[in-house]
């Protein structure tokens, strides 16, 4: 079984910075891509960033392209989430996703705040 732990919510001020970290965890033999999802209540979650194992390509949304970096350690099976030049928009539940051994797994989420 794989799990996806997260952690680096909490609360910034408008302009502020964060960085998520999400490390998997359990029986992995192949980690082929990481990412991140965000969602608001009422609202369908949002793919924000996403990185290959394999080469490393990274894909953005547009809402964080630019202000957002995706990055990941291979060997210690994480990804990482730097969050700079943050707004009261991109408050959200932040979730972490892998498609590891064929399969999707999902972090249990972790709050960011943005206060204006």
């Known amino acids: 079984q794989v799990q996806l732990v997260e952690s680096g919510g909490g609360l910034v001020q408008t302009g502020g910075s964060l960085r998520l970290s999400c490390a998997a965890s359990?029986?992995?033999?192949?980690?082929?891509?990481m990412g991140w999802y965000r969602q608001v209540p009422g609202k369908q979650r949002e793919l924000i960033a996403s990185i290959l194992t394999k080469g490393g390509s990274t894909n953005y949304a547009a809402s964080v392209q630019g202000r957002f970096t995706i990055s990941r350690d291979n060997a210690k099976n994480t990804v990482y989430l730097q969050m700079n030049s943050l707004k009261p928009e991109d408050t959200a539940v932040y979730y972490c996703?892998?498609?590891?051994?064929?399969?999707?797994?999902w972090g249990q989420g972790t709050q960011v705040t943005v206060s204006s």
């Open positions: 996703t892998a498609h590891i051994n064929f399969r999707d797994y």
């Open positions: 359990g029986s992995i033999f192949n980690n082929n891509a």
